[in-house]
């Protein structure tokens, strides 16, 4: 079936423009992840939905950073005001249900370079 | 001490070679392990769930150390196509999020 995807694939933008950045899950995966991985480093949480729950924000590394998901489907993750340290590649994760045991599966990410 | 920690390598092999890496976790309420494998420019993909008892996948052997808190990844008769980083991530029961590890470099050359 359909993996997870992500939309736009690259996007470049002037320092302090706006960026919507959008994830649809895989069909029928309850949990969302984002992620953030900056050039040669690790993975870093940023946020997690699990269906109607609060989601858990724990990871965003500032208040210009925002994430919606409606129900079980598409997330969208937004950047206000974005700033050159926010160049990266952020990935977007689905997971079957928000239990530690469940494996995550990565959409191609959507490669960000702020100018 | 990190939660996750893996040596970054690079971990240079010829073709055939047999290489391990291991992923060491601070936590020992962790309770999920797995392994993802991430080329150059991609995303990371499951490569394989680690189980208490261990398993194997074809040339790739995962295994468990809850003693010494570690959890670790063999391949076998190593492919170039096996060329990536190998990433470790670890969960405990009370946690929905995963840890990952910065992950290992793997170059395989002919």
């Known amino acids: 079936g359909a993996g997870v995807s992500q939309s736009p694939s690259n996007k470049v933008t002037e320092k302090g423009k706006d960026v919507e950045l959008r994830c649809d899950p895989i069909?029928?995966?309850?949990?969302l992840y984002w992620y953030r991985q900056r050039l040669g480093q690790g993975l870093e949480f940023l946020i997690y939905?699990?269906?109607?729950?609060?989601?858990?924000k724990s990871g965003l590394p500032s208040d210009r950073f925002s994430a919606e998901r409606t129900g079980e489907s598409v997330s969208t993750l937004t950047i206000q005001r974005t700033q050159q340290e926010d160049s990266a590649v952020y990935l977007c994760?689905?997971?079957?249900?928000?239990?530690?045991?469940?494996?995550?599966?990565f959409g191609p990410g959507t490669r960000l370079t702020v100018t | 001490r990190k939660e996750v920690e893996q040596d970054p390598g690079p971990f240079n092999v010829p073709e055939g070679a047999t290489v391990a890496f291991n992923c060491t976790y601070s936590?020992?309420?962790?309770?999920?392990f797995f392994w993802y494998r991430q080329d150059c420019r991609k995303e990371p993909k499951l490569l394989m769930s680690v189980y208490s008892s261990g398993n194997e996948d074809g040339r790739f052997t995962a295994q468990l150390n809850r003693a010494s808190q570690y959890i670790s990844l063999l391949i076998r008769d190593s492919k170039l196509s096996d060329s990536a980083t190998y990433l470790c991530a670890v969960s405990s029961g009370g946690s929905y999020i995963p840890t990952f590890g910065r992950g290992t470099s793997l170059i395989v050359h002919p």
């Open positions: 936590n020992s309420a962790s309770q999920s």
């Open positions: 939905f699990q269906g109607n729950s609060a989601p858990d």
């Open positions: 069909s029928g995966h309850t949990a």
């Open positions: 994760a689905s997971s079957l249900e928000a239990a530690s045991s469940y494996e995550q599966y």
